[in-house]
């Protein structure tokens, strides 16, 4: 079955600091999602990516997807208190036979401080 | 606020209990999705519906059950309850296949 794998686990950064979040896959990406949750409460969504080599940005926020190497990246620039959660990366659930089935599987989540 | 209203927010309950968990999901949306949060497992799939009709199922309990009804709210019930099923349960709702999943707040569910 499909994974996905996020890196760091963690991550505790300065404020103002630049900081990457990445995000792998054991199976080819047709749709790459990305969430933020605070602890406790639901997901946020951020942005979907569908085309290799598509980048989107929100803010201060910046996503790739490289379809080619399974992967996505999350890059916030300036980092501020308010960037502190969980971010999560979602992708679509592929059958056996490598179809959608409609639903998102999710990463782990990578936990993001930030200090004042 | 993404649309998405489940309830309660919390619930307590003891082993063996049986619960219905609600969601509502986003105006115009047709697809309902459950998910279940623990430390240890992340965020799991358990099952999808789309305009009344299950379409997914994933690792869902036997003891677990849902359904969408016509006015595309959707209920999730939980029954023979074990300390093990404590966990956030989330509901989604989608436009379609492959659109962003719109997340509500979650159930905390804790059995004692």
């Known amino acids: ?116 | 606020d993404s649309g998405v209203t489940q309830t309660p927010k919390h619930l307590i309950t003891a082993t063996g209990q049986r619960v219905t968990l609600r969601c509502s999901p986003r105006s115009g949306d047709l697809s309902v999705y459950w998910y279940q949060q623990s430390l240890d497992q992340g965020l799991q799939f358990l099952i999808q519906y789309y305009n009344g009709e299950e379409r997914a199922k994933g690792n869902i309990l036997e003891r677990f059950s849902a359904q969408q009804f016509p006015d595309l709210h959707s209920e999730l019930n939980l029954s023979s309850l074990e300390l093990g099923d404590s966990a956030l349960y989330f509901c989604a709702s989608s436009l379609r296949t492959n659109s962003p999943l719109h997340f509500g707040n979650g159930t905390r569910l804790t059995v004692t």
């Open chain 1, 1 to 116: 079955s499909q994974e996905l794998e996020q890196s760091p686990q963690s991550l505790i950064v300065q404020e103002g600091k630049n900081l990457t979040i990445n995000c792998t896959s054991s199976k080819t990406l047709y749709g790459l999602y990305w969430y933020k949750q605070k602890y406790g409460e639901g997901l946020i969504f951020l942005m979907m990516l569908q085309k290799g080599g598509e980048e989107k940005s929100h803010e201060k926020i910046t996503a790739k997807l490289d379809e080619k190497k399974q992967q996505s990246s999350l890059h916030i620039t300036a980092s501020q208190p308010s960037h502190a959660g969980i971010y999560l990366c979602g992708a679509d659930n592929l059958g056996v036979y490598g179809g959608s089935q409609g639903n998102l599987i999710f990463g782990k989540g990578t936990k993001l401080s930030v200090k004042p």
